[in-house]
């Protein structure tokens, strides 16, 4: 048959070079790029059939190994709706990465059985990439793959991973927008531009904002949209890939947030707010330095709480009634949780780390605000939250007119495929721009208990199992009430242990009343765990 000769070209040309096992894990297949090839092949060939089980309608393959480090690469799959490939999919697709190359063709011919796809139908495939030099290579594996089969690839070149889901999104629901680049600087900067013209510059909001680009895509991509803004925010971006700058090598927000320290690369001046975005623009925190040089972070937690508290107020305006609720996870800040359970009075709930959890989540409140504390996330609003503050811009008086005009703004500005920094950047900015606040005013909003982050290697990080989105330990045996009784001596003391789903190690998070004990607790629930 002609599929034969499909995976005869696939022997030659992207052969399985490796017996290492390689998994579908939380972001996608991710390792070394050398190691890849074969695997980026197969994703080409599964994303047809995924499209074909989905009536034809797009899939996104996505190039990239968001913050690590350049000799890494990964790919992932997007569904028809811009959302992470649906679960029941990861074992296949690990299935079919780690066949050899003689079984190949049986194995997708079980998997086309298995998943029941129409063969004779069409099929249509997205394709981006981020900036690593591996990555037209693998995109090209990733066409091949989509040929095979006989599916439609079209490629996006380098763009950031949001920018493919939203693309994917807008290819198969185009009242959502156009499927291209410019239809999404379209949609989401003119969304921004026409807040702006809403909005005048008061009180303390500064219009220049500082951005670490992470020597990545996103960086790039804002020195397109910079030009475009006619002096409505000032961008200065360092950190965009040239004078021998390293994708995410001491820079970027995974940087940023997990060492607490500045980045490399952006000449700092006091009290000047600065955005970090990651390696494939996925993720977004602030920060600033004081006339002391102490880092000030603004992470995840605090751009949900920013938008979470400007959209509540913008549909109390609006006199809405729409139910909004945050998502976070165990490693959210306590401070944070009670602040916006007690003082903004808004539900929230604590899911399983990774995106595709809190996202699912998310999606059952009108409008659901999610962050990583790591900052990746976004806003998502239901149908019905649409058409009430559409109602309202249609029917209400001048100034519930006027709010939901602008709530209806800052809904386009939004990315709600996923997190996406670019899109999270222009909400920041809209909120700070709206209440004439500093950074330093967004930051007094409540104060952060001090926490520490450490990873453990062990012999076998599964050993660990966890429960109640993460925050208890079922196993080994005891470990919790260890940890239990490790806490209940510090003030305000927290602490969780969890395996990774991306690294051989066991993460440990502890939070207290000072940094010390934070460091502390931090240690001894580590010694408990090794
Ligand atoms: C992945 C996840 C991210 C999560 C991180 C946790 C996606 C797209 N990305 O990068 O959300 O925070 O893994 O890593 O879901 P860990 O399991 O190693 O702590
Ligand atoms: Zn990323």
Redesign the pocket.
């Known amino acids: 048959s002609s599929l034969r000769v499909v995976y005869a070209f696939a022997r030659e040309m992207h052969p399985k070079t490796t017996d290492v096992f390689i998994q579908y894990?939380?972001?996608?297949f991710r390792t070394k790029a050398s190691l890849l090839e074969h695997v980026v092949y197969r994703m080409g060939l599964l994303a047809v059939l995924r499209s074909r089980v989905k009536n034809g309608r797009t899939i996104g393959i996505m190039i990239t190994a968001?913050?690590n480090l350049e000799p890494d690469n990964g790919v992932?799959l997007i569904d028809p709706d811009g959302e992470?490939l649906e679960q029941s999919w990861e074992e296949i697709a690990t299935r079919l990465a780690n066949v050899s190359d003689n079984d190949l063709e049986s194995t997708t011919g079980e998997i086309i059985k298995q998943v029941n796809a129409d063969m004779s139908l069409k099929a249509s495939v997205f394709i981006g990439m981020d900036t690593r030099y591996t990555s037209p290579r693998l995109a090209a594996a990733a066409v091949h793959g989509v040929m095979a089969l006989k599916g439609t690839a079209k490629e996006f070149g380098i763009v950031t991973t949001p920018m493919l889901h939203f693309c994917v999104k807008c290819r198969n629901d185009n009242t959502y927008g156009t499927p291209s680049e410019e239809g999404y600087y379209e949609k989401i900067v003119g969304a921004f531009k026409n807040i702006c013209q809403k909005l005048p510059v008061v009180g303390k909001y500064n219009t220049t904002l500082y951005v670490d680009g992470a020597n990545g895509v996103g960086g790039k991509k804002l020195n397109i949209i910079k030009k475009t803004l006619d002096g409505e925010l000032d961008l200065v971006l360092y950190n965009l890939g040239g004078n021998g700058g390293k994708l995410n090598l001491n820079c970027g927000a995974d940087f940023v947030k997990v060492s607490q320290k500045p980045p490399v690369g952006v000449e700092h001046v006091p009290f000047q707010r600065v955005a970090s975005l990651d390696g494939d623009g996925?993720r977004l925190v602030y920060y600033y330095l004081d006339d002391k040089n102490d880092m000030h972070l603004l992470d995840g937690d605090r751009i949900a709480i920013l938008l979470a508290s400007y959209i509540t107020e913008l549909l109390k305006a609006c006199g809405a009634s729409v139910s909004v609720g945050l998502v976070q996870?165990a490693?959210a800040n306590g401070a944070s949780t009670r602040y916006i359970t007690d003082d903004l009075k808004i539900p929230v709930t604590c899911v399983k780390?990774?995106?595709?959890h809190?996202h699912h989540a998310a999606l059952s409140y009108d409008i659901g605000i999610y962050f990583?504390a790591?900052g990746?996330g976004t806003v998502v609003y239901s149908g019905h939250a649409k058409d009430s503050i559409r109602r309202v811009a249609d029917e209400g008086d001048t100034e519930q007119r006027k709010s939901a005009q602008l709530l209806l703004n800052f809904i386009d500005v939004t990315n709600e495929t996923?997190?996406d920094a670019i899109s999270d950047l222009f909400l920041v900015e809209t909120v700070l721009r709206a209440r004439g606040i500093s950074i330093q005013d967004w930051e007094k909003q409540y104060t952060d208990l001090p926490c520490r982050q450490l990873k453990v290697t062990v012999q076998d990080r599964n050993a660990i199992s966890t429960a109640d989105a993460e925050r208890q330990c079922t196993a080994p045996e005891g470990l919790q009430t260890k940890i239990n009784e490790l806490v209940s001596r510090y003030p305000s003391g927290r602490s969780f242990v969890?395996?990774?789903?991306?690294?051989d190690?066991v993460?440990v998070y502890a939070e207290a009343d000072t940094q010390e004990s934070a460091d502390k607790l931090a240690a001894e629930v580590a010694q408990a765990v090794f």
């Open positions: 894990g939380t972001a996608g968001s913050h992932k992470m996925d996870t490693y780390t990774g995106v595709k809190l990583e790591n990746h996923v997190g969890r395996p990774s789903g991306t690294e190690v993460r």
